[in-house]
C-alpha cells in the first residue's frame, strides 16, 4: 500500500533529470575550504594551524561541546590558512584552507569498496564511532547525528525511519545512493537500530523512484526487520513529522520531537555514512552531491569531498550554462541561493541546482485576494495569509498565538500563492524574531 | 394613534432609566482609584507613544514617573527640557541631567563606493535580506537600503536618498527617540550627542572585519589602521575589532582626525570649510 | 547575467496567478452565457457587453484617477464581476440601469475598501441588490425565454417560478396545484424559465462548477454546504407538509440558488479560509436563503444570504482555525 501525510502538500513539478547518471567520483580539488561549523549546533575548535601537513581523514577540528561534531580532513596536504572566509551565506565564518597534494588516507581506514556485513559493533561503539566520525544529518539539518542515536531517558524509541523520500524536485543523490549502495545502506540501518535499541525500521520512499524501492525491496530477504515503505510523490513527504504521519500514522506533538511518538528519523545517506564510519572507520569527508540544472549539459551526481568550491562541480557537469540566474544550494525548496561560486560543499550539501535567469525572479506580489491556497495545502495546518499579516505588521504575540513557531519553513505557501505573495519570508521573520522573545522570556 | 406614541415613550424612557442605571452601577462597582497626577503628567507628555523612554507608550511613562521616587533616570526624548521641568515640578521631583542626543547612521557605503555583488530578490525588508545573508554588497555589516528605519521613525526625521541609497537623518526633527537604532536589523543607526549647530564627527562605518577585506567590499570602510588614534589629542578615539569609534562625550571636535583617515571613513558634518589646507607633507 | 540572483527560498514558483484563477472562472461562466444568449438572444448579449465594459471602466478610471495606483483592469477580476453582475440581472434593463449598477459594484462594493481584496462583500452582489432594491419594477420582469430572442427592453415579460410559487401559495393554492403551471423539471433543469440572464441553467452552471473544482480554482466545500443545506431544510418543510411547501429539487432548480452557491459565495475575497468556516458560511447562506424564499416577503433570498453571510466571514475566520499538526493530543 502507498502511503502518504494527510494534511496539505503540493506538486511541484519533480525535475529529477539527473536520476539516471550513476554516481561519479569528483577528481580531487587543488583547494579546498572546510568551515569549522557545518552542523546545526556549535562550531568546532580548528586543531591545525598554517603549513601544518595533514592526511585524508585526520581531526582537524573538534567537537566544542553537546551539540557539536568532528571536522576531518577531506585531502592530504598543507593547510594553507586558518581564518574567516565567506560561506554560502556570505558572512565569514572559521574555515580551515588545505592546498591538496595526494590522496594518502590516514592508516586503519579501510577505503575499499568490499561490503562488511557482519556486525560486531555494541550500542556505545556505535555511537561513539559516529560522534567521532563527525556524522551529521546529510538530509540538509545537519543536526549531529551521534545524539539522534541515543534515546533519552525515559523515552522509548519503537521505529526507525529511514528517509528515502527525497521529495525536493531535482535532487537525486539519495535516489542514487540506495540504488548504488543498497546492501551498505541496509548494513547502516542495522547499525543504527542496534544503537536505537529498536527491532523495527521501515525506508520510506516516494514511487517516483521504482528502480530504488524495487532495488531494496530485493535485498530485504536478509534483513526481515527492515521494511520498504513506498509514498506518494508529495512535497514536503521528507519532512520529519509528514514522514512519521504518513509511515506509522502518529502525529509528533506540537513543540515535541519524535521520540515523543517512538520514532527516530534518519536520513538514508546517513544511515550509509553510519555504516562507514563504524565498519570501514572512515570520517565524514565525502558525500553524494546531485548537480543540476535544464540548461546543464550533463546533470551529475558526484561523490564529492566536503570543501570542494561548488564551482568545481558545476565545471564537472558540463560548466555554468549562458544565462544562469541562480545556483541554489540544496532543492529548490527548502535549498539556499549562493552569492558566490566560490563557497566549498558542506556536509549540508545535497544538490547544486543551476537555475536560468528567467526563471530566478519572483513574480511580482499582489494583494492578498484570500483564495486560502496556502491555508490548504499548509502541511501543519496554519493559515500563512494571517502569520504573513501578522510578522509583517510586527505583531510578535499574534504570530505566537496562531502557532508561527509550528512553521517548518517548507515553502509550500510561497509556492502555491496566485499573488506572488513571500509568505515564508515573513513568517520565518515572524519565527526569528518570536523565538528571541521566547529566550527573552526564560530568562 | 395617541396610545402609540404615548406607549413607545414610555417604553423607550423605561429602557433608557435601566440602562443608565445599570452603567451607573457598573461605573460604581469597577471604579479604579487612580494618582490623580498620572493624568496630570500624561497631558504633559507629547503623545508621540514612541517608546523612545523605554516604556511602551506615554501613559506607562507618566505611571512610572509617578511611581518612581527618583526620576533622574527617566527621560523622554521628545520633550522639551522646559516640559520636562514642568512635569518634575508637578511631582516634586529632580530632574536628572540629559545631553540633547540625535541619531547618527554609521554607513557611508554608497553604490559607489560599494560595489553590488549579487542581487537580492526577496521580500523588501532589511531584517528578512538581513536574516538570510549578507546582502547586494560584499559587506555583511553595511547598510541593506530598504529604509526599515523610515518605516520606524514617528517623527519624519529620517529619510531615504535615493542616489546614495542610505538613510539620512534629518537633525531639527530628531528626538533621539531611539526607535530607528532598534529598527535596524544591522545595527548602523547609534544615538550620538548633540553638539553644537549640529556639528558632528564620527566614523560612519561599523565593519569589524580586517582592513583588507573591509576595503575590498567598500571603499570607504574602517580599515583600523588606528592613524585617527594616534592623532587625537582627548583619548577620545579608540580601536577595537579593526574599527574605529569616536566618543561624543570626549570629543572636542578639533577635526584633526578626519583628514589622517585614508578612506575617508571619518566624517565631518556641518562644519565651515577649511580656510586652506595645512601642511600635507608628513 | 554576471551577478547571481539571491533571495530566500522557495525557488520554485507554482502556476497559479490572480489572472489565471480569474479567468478560469469566465471560462467557467461560458457555457451557462451560451445557454442564455440560446435563450434570451440578443438582450443577453446587450446587458453582458454592457455591464463588463462599464465594470472595467470603472475599475480603471477610479484606479487611474481617484487612487492614483497602477490600473490593474487585466487581472480580470472586474470582468468577472462585470460577468457576474450581468449574470443577475433580467436581459431587459435598460442601458443607464446596468450602468449604475456597474458604478456602485466597482465603486462602492469593491473599490471604497481598497480594491481586490480587501472589499467584505461581493462586488456583483453588492450591484445587483442596490439595482433591486431601487429599481424594483425593472429588476423583477423578466423576458420570456425563446419568444423575446430579437427583443431587448421591449420583450414581453413573465414571472419566475419562485415568483409564481409565492404568489400562488399566498393565494391559497396548493404547490400539487401550482406546479402544473410551471415547467416540467428538465425544463429547469435546462434553464427553459424566466428568470435573471444567468441563473436559470442549473446543468450549465454546474457543468462550470465541475471545471473549476477540477482546476482547483475553488473547493468543493461551499457549492457543497449551500446545496445540502437547501436540501435538508427544505426536505423537511416538505416533508412536514408537502401541499404548501415546494419540493428540494424545485428549490435547487430555480432562483439563482446554483448561480449563487458555485460562483458567487465561492468568492475568495468574500469567503472564508478553511474549510470548517466554508462549512459554516454554507449552511448560512443556504438556511438563510430557504427561510426568506418560504417565510419572507421576497420570492427569491440567494443573493441577500450571501450578503448577510459574507459580513460573518471575518468573524469566522477569527474564530475558526484549521487543525493544526500535532495539536490535538493523540496516541494516548
Avoid at chain 1, 221 to 244: F, N, S, W
Avoid at chain 1, 261 to 278: L, P
Avoid at chain 3, 151 to 174: F, N, R, W
Avoid at chain 3, 189 to 214: D, K, P, R, T
Amino acid at each position: 500500500m502507498i502511503k502518504t501525510f494527510p494534511r496539505g502538500g503540493i506538486h511541484p513539478p519533480e525535475d529529477k533529470i539527473s536520476a539516471g547518471s550513476p554516481i561519479r567520483e569528483l577528481p580531487l580539488p587543488k583547494t579546498v575550504n572546510i568551515p569549522a561549523g557545518q552542523h546545526l549546533g556549535a562550531q568546532a575548535d580548528p586543531l591545525v594551524k598554517k603549513g601544518d601537513k595533514v592526511k585524508t581523514g585526520q581531526l582537524i577540528a573538534k567537537s566544542s561541546g553537546f551539540v557539536s561534531a568532528n571536522i576531518h580532513s577531506s585531502v592530504t596536504g598543507t593547510v594553507a590558512k586558518v581564518d574567516l572566509i565567506m560561506d554560502s551565506s556570505g558572512y565569514r565564518r572559521m574555515t580551515i584552507s588545505i592546498n591538496s597534494e595526494k590522496d594518502e588516507w590516514l592508516e586503519g581506514i579501510d577505503t575499499s569498496n568490499t561490503l562488511r556485513k557482519n556486525i560486531t559493533a555494541k550500542k556505545e561503539e556505535i555511537i561513539e564511532k559516529t560522534r567521532e566520525a563527525g556524522i551529521v544529518g546529510l538530509g540538509g539539518a545537519t543536526f549531529p547525528t551521534h545524539i539522534k542515536l541515543s534515546v533519552p531517558k525515559g523515552k522509548k524509541a519503537e521505529v526507525l525511519i529511514i528517509n528515502g523520500a527525497e521529495c525536493e524536485p531535482c535532487l537525486t543523490s539519495d535516489h542514487r545512493l540506495m540504488l548504488e549502495r543498497g546492501e551498505e545502506l541496509m548494513v547502516g540501518i542495522r547499525l543504527i537500530m542496534t544503537a536505537l535499541g529498536v527491532n523495527k525500521a521501515v525506508i520510506g520512499i516516494e514511487n517516483n523512484k521504482p528502480d530504488a524501492i524495487s532495488h531494496l525491496q530485493s535485498l530485504i530477504g536478509d534483513y526481515p526487520e527492515i521494511e520498504v515503505q513506498p509514498l506518494t510523490v508529495k512535497y514536503p513527504q521528507g519532512a520529519e513529522k509528514q514522514l512519521i504521519k504518513a509511515i506509522t500514522g502518529r502525529e509528533v506533538p506540537s513543540g515535541k520531537l519524535p521520540i515523543e511518538v517512538g520514532a527516530v528519523v534518519h536520513n538514508a545517506g546517513t544511515a550509509f555514512a553510519v555504516y562507514e564510519a563504524v565498519q570501514k572507520k572512515k570520517p565524514l569527508i565525502e558525500r553524494y552531491v546531485t548537480v543540476t540544472g535544464k540548461n546543464l549539459s550533463t546533470p551529475s551526481n558526484f561523490l564529492v569531498r566536503i570543501g570542494t568550491p561548488v564551482a568545481e562541480l558545476i565545471e564537472a557537469a558540463g560548466g555554468l550554462p549562458e544565462g544562469t540566474g541562480k545556483v541554489v544550494n540544496g532543492g529548490p525548496m527548502m535549498g539556499k541561493a549562493l552569492n558566490s561560486l566560490d563557497v566549498p560543499v558542506t556536509k549540508g550539501t545535497s544538490g547544486i541546482l543551476v537555475i536560468p535567469e528567467e526563471k530566478s525572479f519572483r513574480k511580482p506580489a499582489l494583494n492578498c485576494i484570500r483564495c486560502a491556497k496556502c491555508v490548504s495545502i499548509c502541511p501543519m495546518g496554519l493559515e500563512p495569509y494571517l502569520l504573513r499579516a501578522a510578522s509583517e505588521h510586527k505583531k510578535w504575540d499574534m504570530v505566537e498565538a496562531e502557532r508561527g513557531m509550528d512553521c517548518m519553513e517548507c515553502g509550500s505557501c510561497s509556492y502555491i500563492c496566485p499573488s506572488g505573495i513571500p509568505l515564508l519570508d515573513f513568517i520565518r521573520l515572524g519565527k526569528s524574531t518570536v523565538s528571541k522573545i521566547i529566550r527573552s522570556r526564560k530568562q | 394613534m395617541s396610545d402609540i406614541i404615548i406607549n413607545s415613550i414610555i417604553i423607550v424612557s423605561a429602557m433608557g432609566l435601566a440602562a443608565a442605571l445599570i452603567l451607573f452601577l457598573v461605573a460604581k462597582k469597577f471604579h479604579v482609584v487612580e494618582d490623580p497626577r498620572i493624568e496630570q503628567v500624561e497631558e504633559e507628555l507629547p503623545a508621540a507613544n514612541c517608546g523612545g523612554c523605554g516604556y511602551p507608550g506615554c501613559r506607562a511613562f507618566a505611571e512610572a514617573l509617578v511611581k518612581s521616587e527618583d526620576i533622574s533616570d527617566l527621560n523622554c526624548p521628545v520633550s522639551s527640557s522646559a516640559d520636562m521641568e514642568k512635569i518634575a515640578s508637578i511631582l516634586g521631583k529632580e530632574l536628572g541631567q540629559q545631553d540633547p542626543l540625535v541619531a547618527v547612521v554609521g554607513c557611508a557605503g554608497t553604490p559607489d563606493h560599494r560595489p553590488k555583488t549579487n542581487v537580492y530578490d526577496g521580500a523588501r525588508s532589511c531584517t528578512i535580506e538581513s536574516s538570510l545573508y549578507t546582502g547586494e554588497s560584499g559587506c555583511p555589516y553595511g547598510c541593506l537600503g530598504f529604509g526599515e528605519c523610515v518605516e520606524a521613525c514617528n517623527f519624519d526625521a529620517i529619510h531615504m536618498n535615493p542616489e546614495t541609497n542610505l538613510p539620512e537623518v534629518n537633525d531639527d526633527n530628531c528626538t533621539a527617540c531611539n526607535a530607528c537604532v532598534v529598527a535596524c536589523p544591522r545595527d548602523i543607526i547609534e544615538l550620538r550627542k548633540k553638539n553644537k549647530k549640529d556639528r558632528k564627527i564620527y566614523v560612519s562605518c561599523i565593519n569589524r572585519e580586517k582592513g583588507a577585506v573591509a576595503r575590498k567590499n567598500c571603499k570607504v570602510a574602517c580599515i583600523g589602521c588606528g592613524k585617527c588614534v594616534k592623532v587625537c589629542p582627548y583619548e577620545a578615539i579608540t580601536l577595537e575589532n579593526n574599527l574605529a569609534y569616536i566618543d561624543a562625550k570626549k570629543c572636542r571636535l578639533c577635526r584633526k582626525c578626519a583628514p589622517e583617515c585614508p578612506t575617508n571613513a571619518i566624517l565631518e558634518v556641518n562644519f565651515p570649510a577649511k580656510k586652506k589646507k595645512e601642511a600635507t607633507a608628513g | 547575467m554576471d551577478k547571481l540572483i539571491v533571495s530566500p527560498s522557495p525557488h520554485y514558483y507554482g502556476d497559479y496567478t490572480v489572472k489565471k484563477l480569474m479567468y478560469g472562472v469566465v471560462y467557467a461562466l461560458l457555457p451557462a452565457f451560451l445557454v442564455s444568449v440560446y435563450f434570451f438572444g440578443i438582450g443577453a448579449l446587450i446587458v453582458t457587453a454592457i455591464s463588463i465594459v462599464s465594470c472595467l471602466a470603472f475599475e480603471y478610471l477610479i484606479q487611474k484617477y481617484l487612487m492614483k495606483t497602477e490600473p490593474s483592469v487585466t487581472n480580470g477580476s472586474a470582468l468577472v464581476t462585470g460577468l457576474l453582475l450581468a449574470f443577475n440581472l433580467p436581459t431587459n434593463l435598460p442601458w443607464w440601469i446596468i450602468v449604475i449598477g456597474a458604478l456602485v459594484a466597482i465603486g462602492v462594493g469593491k473599490m471604497t475598501f481598497g480594491g481586490l481584496g480587501n472589499n467584505p462583500f461581493n462586488p456583483a452582489l453588492v450591484g445587483r441588490v442596490f439595482l433591486f432594491i431601487s429599481f424594483p419594477v425593472q429588476m423583477t420582469s423578466w423576458p420570456t425565454p425563446v419568444a423575446s430572442r430579437l427583443q431587448y427592453t421591449d420583450a414581453v415579460t413573465g414571472p419566475t417560478p419562485l415568483g409564481i410559487m409565492k404568489e400562488g401559495l399566498s393565494a391559497q393554492e396548493t404547490v400539487p396545484q401550482l406546479m402544473e403551471q410551471l415547467p416540467g423539471y428538465m425544463d429547469l433543469f435546462l434553464g427553459y424559465m424566466h428568470g435573471s440572464m444567468g441563473e436559470i441553467s442549473a446543468l450549465a452552471l454546474i457543468a462550470g462548477g465541475i471545471y473549476m473544482v477540477f482546476r482547483k480554482i475553488i473547493t468543493w466545500h461551499i457549492p457543497a454546504s449551500i446545496i445540502l443545506s437547501v436540501l435538508v431544510f427544505t426536505g423537511i418543510l416538505w416533508l412536514i407538509n408537502p401541499y404548501d411547501n415546494a419540493d428540494p429539487l424545485f428549490h435547487l432548480l430555480t432562483g439563482g440558488l446554483m448561480l449563487g452557491a458555485i460562483y458567487m459565495a465561492t468568492d475568495y475575497v468574500t469567503s472564508p479560509m478553511t474549510p470548517k468556516g466554508m462549512w459554516i458560511f454554507g449552511i448560512g447562506i443556504g438556511v438563510i436563503t430557504v427561510a426568506i424564499r418560504v417565510f419572507g416577503a421576497y420570492p427569491e433570498g440567494v443573493s441577500f444570504a450571501i450578503l448577510i453571510m459574507n459580513a460573518f466571514v471575518p468573524l469566522i475566520n477569527k474564530y475558526v482555525k484549521p487543525d493544526g499538526f500535532g495539536e490535538e493530543v493523540k496516541n494516548g
